[in-house]
């Protein structure tokens, strides 16, 4: 769905728990609108891909999905987690 809002952060963060383990890409790309949750969601997503030594690339981030980012507080370059 492009736009991620309360509803939707507890579904993302179930089907995040589905791929723990695995490198993943998130293509931002059509991100409308996102809320903090979701936000929250992924950022916790990506310090746990982070402590696992994986993967967890957010491409093409929209400029909704950044500007949201931004204004939480969290750079966009700090959720994208670096390849190992």
Do not use: Y
Not at 52 to 72: G, N, V
Request: proline content about 1%; overall charge negative.
């Amino acid at each position: 769905s492009s736009v991620q809002d309360l509803n939707e952060a507890s579904a993302l963060h179930g089907k995040l728990m589905e791929l723990r383990g695995s490198d993943i890409r998130i293509d931002a790309s059509g991100v409308e609108r996102i809320g903090v949750q979701c936000a929250q969601v992924l950022v916790a997503g990506a310090r746990g891909w982070q402590a696992d030594k994986k993967s967890f690339l957010i491409e093409k981030a929209s400029d909704a999905f950044e500007k949201t980012m931004q204004l939480i507080g969290i750079e966009p370059d700090h959720l994208v987690a670096k390849e190992i």
